[in-house]
């Protein structure tokens, strides 16, 4: 069964920084291009970033570029989320999805609340 | 960004009858490689988002036949034969096809009449 793990979540104030994790079981990490969908309350869903299954590539959402970075770790099969800056409208609960072009696995979430 | 485009945005629907909604991309979504990269996902009351069908009409393992997706190019239809209370929540389409860039629509919330 495949299972991805978000941590890292909480409550920060504007301007702060944050770094989520998601660790990844049942699957072969390496085969997965890798994304963070972010979900503002009561929204629907937003695209923030992805990396490529060899870690080699990495692409941002207009709103997030200059301010997140994406990375993973191959040997702990797990994907990190370096948030710098943020502002309210980061509010969102932040998923870890595995698939590029078809997101087929889904984490359960963490909640990122940033207080202005 | 392709925008996608669902409808309606609110269905109320009563147990046992059939649900149908819609979802438009701004682009075609057929890829170079001949693929499309329309998916279809539900998300549930205080759950994370689950794939139901991928590139267009394939069901995920698990899934009731009761759901079916269609469509071709820009036009895509996701059906529910006959609903049931467990088909709650919100419903949204996806295309990968401009992956990295995957967008998805508004969402659509079912819910029982």
């Known amino acids: 069964e495949v299972q991805l793990l978000e941590s890292g979540g909480g409550l920060l104030q504007s301007g702060e920084s944050l770094r989520l994790s998601c660790a990844a079981s049942?699957?072969?990490?390496?085969?997965?291009?890798m994304n963070w969908v972010r979900q503002a309350p009561g929204k629907g869903l937003e695209w923030v970033s992805t990396?490529?299954?060899?870690?080699?590539?990495?692409f941002y959402a207009d709103s997030v570029k200059g301010r997140f970075t994406i990375s993973r770790d191959t040997s702990k099969s797990t994907l990190y989320l370096q948030m710098n800056s943020l502002r309210a409208d980061d509010t969102a609960v932040y998923y870890c999805?595995?698939?590029?072009?078809?997101?087929?696995?889904w984490g359960q979430g963490t909640l990122v609340t940033v207080s202005s | 960004d392709v925008v996608m485009t669902q409808s309606p945005l609110s269905l109320p629907v009563t147990l046992g009858q059939p649900a149908s909604i819609s979802c438009r991309s701004s682009?075609?979504?057929?890829?170079?490689?001949?693929?499309?990269?329309l998916n279809w996902f539900q998300q549930r009351p205080g759950q994370s988002p689950r794939r139901l069908i991928y590139?267009?009409?394939n069901r995920d393992s698990g899934v009731p036949d009761r759901f079916s997706g269609s469509g071709s190019g820009t036009d895509f239809t996701l059906k529910i034969s006959r609903v049931e209370a467990e088909d709650v929540g919100v419903y949204y389409c996806?295309?990968?096809?401009?992956?990295?860039?995957?967008?998805f629509g508004q969402g659509t919330k079912l819910e029982i009449k």
């Open positions: 999805v595995a698939g590029g072009n078809d997101c087929a696995y």
């Open positions: 049942g699957l072969t990490f390496t085969n997965y291009g």
């Open positions: 990396i490529s299954s060899t870690g080699g590539t990495t």
């Open positions: 682009q075609s979504l057929v890829h170079s490689n001949g693929n499309i990269y």
């Open positions: 590139k267009v009409s």
């Open positions: 996806m295309q990968g096809t401009y992956w990295p860039r995957n967008t």
